[in-house]
């Protein structure tokens, strides 16, 4: 879903950026905490990850997410939960 969306041009840029800048930051050796830290390390990808894909759920749109997502319809309504967006 997120190559979809990060080339679907109909998409905000705003939205693409956010995607290409998480993959930046995932492939960077530089983190908020470094991972030799137990736990912490990897907590703190986490918890960029789940902020970033909120981020573009949300600002992607409802009609985007249905038409990129590959899943079920369960998961569907799931990602729609944890981003907070409304479904039906």
């Given at each position: 879903?997120?190559?979809r969306l990060a080339a679907d041009p109909d ?64 998961g569907l309504r799931a990602v729609r939960a ?7």
């Amino acid at each position: 879903m997120l190559r979809r969306l990060a080339a679907d041009p109909d998409v905000p840029r705003g939205v693409r950026v956010r995607l290409w800048l998480l993959l930046g930051y995932l492939l960077s050796p530089i983190d908020l905490v470094p991972d030799v830290i137990p736990v912490q390390g990897y907590a703190d990808d986490a918890v960029v990850v789940a902020l970033a894909l909120r981020s573009v759920a949300r600002h992607a749109g409802p009609e985007a997410l249905d038409r990129h997502w590959p899943g079920t319809p369960d998961g569907l309504r799931a990602v729609r939960a944890l981003a907070g967006i409304p479904g039906p």
